[in-house]
Structures are given as structure tokens and as C-alpha cells.
């Protein structure tokens, strides 16, 4: 009678794990409300501006920040020459119009020729190289605060002459 007990208790078991494993299961979709806008680069979280110094080489288009180094003249596109400097202080600006402080980075999206270098500062920082895989980190933006942003481009004697197109790509992350 005691060994019918323990099987009938092992079966009884077995059938439950089963009903266990069949109510468990691999994949669920939960839907909740959620709401959002795309905005312009100058109404965005982290806001690309222009500044009050006019440069013809920032500009906002179709709500994006479009900068361009090229010098247009009576029609003409110039250019950059080698072994020299060009620099556009406070050529924009970064605004932070989230909620917390932000920690954040400026580089660049495509790797520049040998011989191209673009640096960044923010205010009264340093230079900052930005080209190749160089990020310039600038950490404990308070909520609401700006600050403009200068770029200078260094092109040595190996630069080639072309185009460049690096994307400029500013990161934020929280700084809490």
C-alpha cells in the first residue's frame, strides 16, 4: 500500500510539472501607451543652435544644423589648402533641455583622410581632436545650460585634396 501511496504521489508530480510547463511561457507582447515628437535640431533634447555671431559656414536647414567649410563666392566653391589652420570660433551652440544634467561627447562619423584633423572646444576648454577615433568629452552639463561651440580644422601636407565629408555626431548621456 505504501509503495501504491508513492507512485500515485510520483504521477501526481509528473502531471503537475506538466500543467506547470504548459502554463509557463516563451514570448509575450505587452502594449503600453507611449507618445513622443520629432523635433528640429534647435527644439531637440540636446539643441544645436546657431549663435548670435553670424557665420556663413553654420546654417539650419529643413530643421537640421548643416555645417559647411566651404567658401561660396560670386558663384565660385573654395577651398582649404595644405599645411594650414582654419578656425570658426563659436560657430554653434549645444543647449541640454532634458530634465538632468548631461555628460557629453563630440566626434566624428567617418574617418577623415590622413593628413585632415578637426578639433572642438566648448567655452574656455582645450582643443579637442575629434577626427579619426578621438572623442572630446565634456562632462556636467547642468539642465538648461549652453555653451558655444568653435571648430578648427588643421590640414597638414599629407591632406589630399578633396572633399571631406565627416558627419559631426554629439552624444548625451545622463550625468547623474
Known sequence: MKMKKGLMMVVLLLALSSVMAAMSYSSAKVTNAMTGSVKSTEDSLVSLRLTNTP?????????DLILDFHNYRGGNKF??????????NDLFLI??????????????????????????KTGDSDWKRISGNDVAEFNGWDVASQ??????????????????????IVNSSDAR
Do not use: C
Not at 577651398?79 to 570658426?88: A, F, T, V
Not at 555628460?103 to 567617418?110: M, Y
Open 55 to 63: 557665420h556663413d559656414a553654420a546654417k539650419i536647414v529643413e530643421g
Open 147 to 168: 555653451r558655444n561651440v568653435s571648430i578648427k580644422i588643421v590640414l597638414d601636407d599629407n591632406a589630399r585634396m578633396l572633399e571631406f565629408t565627416p558627419n559631426l
Open 79 to 88: 577651398g582649404m589648402q595644405k599645411n594650414s589652420e582654419y578656425i570658426w
Open 95 to 120: 543647449k541640454n533641455n532634458s530634465e538632468n544634467p548631461v555628460n557629453l561627447t563630440i566626434t566624428t562619423e567617418k574617418h577623415l583622410n590622413r593628413g585632415h584633423n578637426i578639433f572642438v
